[in-house]
């Protein structure tokens, strides 16, 4: 099982970014896909989290609706957007995957994820 991160980089504040977490060994559609993320010296924060077999979603209030999680099958990929981007955005952006039965599907960082892809850096400026 494999989860890669892409589609970090440097983005201006005020701007979006489309993050990818592409998915092998496992089906992406069937299992919970959670992004998270870690700033330098801070603790890991979930963001959101999809299971698209049973089309739910749960979003982190934190963010305001700034971010949107979404599932490609065809591809079997998972992304995340997030707009109206602030500094404070700065982190390394994780997504992970757990088999979950049902749709509750929290992106709580101190939760159960199996698989973890390696990070894609964002850096807000």
């Known amino acids: 099982v494999q989860l890669v991160e892409s589609g970090g980089g440097s983005v201006q504040a005020g701007g979006s970014v489309r993050l990818s977490c592409s998915v092998s060994?496992?089906?992406?559609?069937?299992?919970?896909v959670a992004w998270f993320r870690q700033a330098p010296g801070g603790e890991r924060e979930g963001i959101a989290s999809?299971?698209?077999?049973?089309?739910?979603?749960n979003y982190d209030d934190s963010f305001n609706g700034r971010v949107t999680i979404s599932e490609d099958s065809s591809n079997n990929t998972v992304y995340l957007e997030m707009d109206s981007l602030k500094v404070e955005d700065t982190a390394v952006y994780y997504c992970?995957?757990?088999?979950?039965?049902?749709?509750?599907?929290?992106?709580?960082?101190?939760?159960?994820?199996?698989?973890w892809g390696q990070g894609t850096q964002v850096t807000v400026s």
């Open positions: 060994g496992i089906s992406a559609r069937t299992y919970c």
């Open positions: 999809m299971t698209a077999s049973v089309g739910a979603r």
């Open positions: 992970a995957a757990d088999f979950r039965a049902g749709s509750y599907c929290p992106p709580n960082p101190r939760g159960r994820w199996t698989h």
